[in-house]
């Protein structure tokens, strides 16, 4: 196991990046509820014009988005994927969510979209290959 996290120590580093922008999260939509004098357990259903539900549905969507991204990351480094590929593809994927999550909180609606497909394609180019490799389609 410390062979793999010599090789994949990018990809860790990725992901103790992932969980600090995730209690970023946590902590930004909190305050933020704490602030408006939000009721704990009521959903927020106002809309993208108000911080509190602009907070919340940027957390919301990293949570939604965490299980494709460490699914695919692991199973790339316990089947002994391309390095390199892995490394690109995960580290694509947190700057997407960076511009995502920034460009939520601003209400920058364009680049919000934009830092999502990023994410999103980067995991999915990564899946793609990863297959690829795993089922033999590329020989």
């Not at 010599?6 to 580093?13: D, E, F």
Request: one cysteine or more; proline letters at 4%; hydrophobic letters at 55%.
């Amino acid at each position: 196991m410390p062979e793999l996290a010599t090789t994949y120590s990018s990809v860790l580093t990725a992901w103790v990046v992932m969980a600090l922008m995730y209690t970023v999260q946590a902590i930004v939509a909190d305050l933020t509820a704490v602030r408006v004098k939000h009721t704990p357990g009521i959903a927020v259903a106002s809309g993208h014009d108000d911080p509190l539900f602009r907070t919340a549905r940027a957390q919301a969507n990293t949570n939604e988005n965490l299980p494709m991204f460490i699914l695919i990351t692991t199973a790339a480094m316990l089947l002994g994927h391309s390095v390199t590929m892995t490394v690109i593809c995960t580290w694509v994927f947190i700057a997407g969510r960076a511009i995502h999550m920034v460009s939520y909180y601003a209400d920058l609606r364009p680049l919000r979209s934009t830092g999502f497909v990023v994410g999103f394609v980067s995991m999915t180019v990564l899946a793609v290959s990863l297959a690829i490799d795993v089922f033999g389609l590329g020989r």
